[in-house]
C-alpha cells in the first residue's frame, strides 16, 4: 500500500518538475501550458475512481469547480503584487487571499 502512493507522489514530482524546469529556462508559455494541462487533474480522477469510486470522483470534481474562484483571485493577485513587492510577500498575501476566497465558497455551497 506504501508503495502505490510512494509512485502516485513521484507521478505529481514529475509534473511539478517540468514545470518548473521549463519555467527557470525562460519558456514560460511551455511551463505555463504544462501547469494547466488537465493531466494532474485527470490522474487524480482516475486514482479516486479506482480507490473511492464514481461518487468520490464526482465529488472531487465539484471541488475543482467550487475551488476554481479562489485559485483565479489568487493567481490575479500574484500576478498584480509580484511586480509590486517582494515574492514571499506578494505570495503569502494572493494565498492567504486564495485561502479566504475557498472559505467563503465553502460557506456558500454548505448553505445550498
Known amino acids: 500500500m506504501g508503495l502505490k502512493y510512494f509512485l ?55 471541488g475543482l469547480v467550487l475551488f476554481t474562484p479562489a485559485w483565479l483571485c489568487y493567481v490575479g493577485l500574484a500576478i498584480f503584487l509580484l511586480p509590486r513587492w517582494e515574492m514571499w510577500k506578494a505570495l503569502s498575501v494572493s494565498v492567504i487571499a486564495y485561502l479566504l476566497v475557498a472559505l467563503v465558497a465553502k460557506r456558500l455551497s454548505e448553505s445550498f
Open 8 to 62: 502516485y507522489f513521484l507521478l505529481g514530482g514529475c509534473i511539478v518538475s517540468l514545470v518548473s524546469y521549463f519555467g527557470a529556462t525562460k519558456r514560460t508559455l511551455l511551463s505555463s501550458f504544462i501547469a494547466t494541462l488537465p493531466c494532474l487533474s485527470l490522474v487524480t480522477f482516475i486514482l479516486i475512481y479506482k480507490e473511492g469510486g464514481m461518487h468520490a470522483s464526482v465529488s472531487y470534481g465539484k
